[in-house]
C-alpha cells in the first residue's frame, strides 16, 4: 500500500509542476507574449508522459494487491488525501487551460482583424493610384 501512496504524491508533484508551468505562462499570455508558446507545449506533453507512466504505475501496483489484503486506516486517510489534492490539482489546471485558450483565441481574432484592416487598406491605397502616370512612364520608357 506504501506504494500506491508514494506514486499517488509523485503523481500529485508532477501535477503541480504542470500547474506552476501553466501559471507562469498564463501570465505571459495575458501580456500578449507567445514567444514561448512551442516550449510551453512540449514541456507539457512531457510532463503529461510521466503522469501517463506512474498511472501505469499505479494501476500496476493496485493489480498486485490481494483481494483480501486489509487497509490500514492510515493508509486509506493518506490515500483519499491524496486524491483530494489530484482532484484540486486538476481542477485547476482545467480553468487555467480555459484560460490558455481564451488568450490565445484572443491573440488569434486581433490578428485576423489586423490583417483584414491591411486589406482594406491596401484596396483604398490601390483607388488613389493614378492611371494616367503609369501610362506616361510606358510612354517615356
Do not use: W
Not at 88 to 111: G, P
Amino acid at each position: 500500500m506504501t506504494r500506491i501512496i508514494s506514486l499517488l504524491n509523485e503523481k500529485n508533484h508532477y501535477l503541480e509542476k504542470f500547474y506552476s508551468l501553466n501559471e507562469v505562462e498564463l501570465a505571459n499570455f495575458a501580456q500578449g507574449m507567445f514567444d514561448n508558446l512551442e516550449h510551453f507545449y512540449q514541456t507539457r506533453e512531457k510532463i503529461l508522459d510521466v503522469l501517463k507512466y506512474v498511472d501505469s504505475q499505479i494501476d500496476k501496483a493496485h493489480n498486485e494487491i490481494t483481494p483480501d489484503a486489509v487497509m490500514a486506516t492510515e493508509d486509506r486517510k493518506q490515500i483519499k488525501e491524496a486524491l483530494s489534492i489530484k482532484d484540486e490539482y486538476v481542477a485547476r489546471i482545467i480553468e487555467q487551460d480555459i484560460q490558455v485558450l481564451v488568450c490565445i483565441e484572443t491573440a488569434k481574432n486581433s490578428i485576423i482583424r489586423e490583417l483584414q484592416d491591411v486589406r482594406r487598406n491596401r484596396k483604398a491605397i490601390g483607388g488613389y493610384k493614378s492611371k494616367s502616370f503609369d501610362s506616361q512612364l510606358d510612354e517615356e520608357a
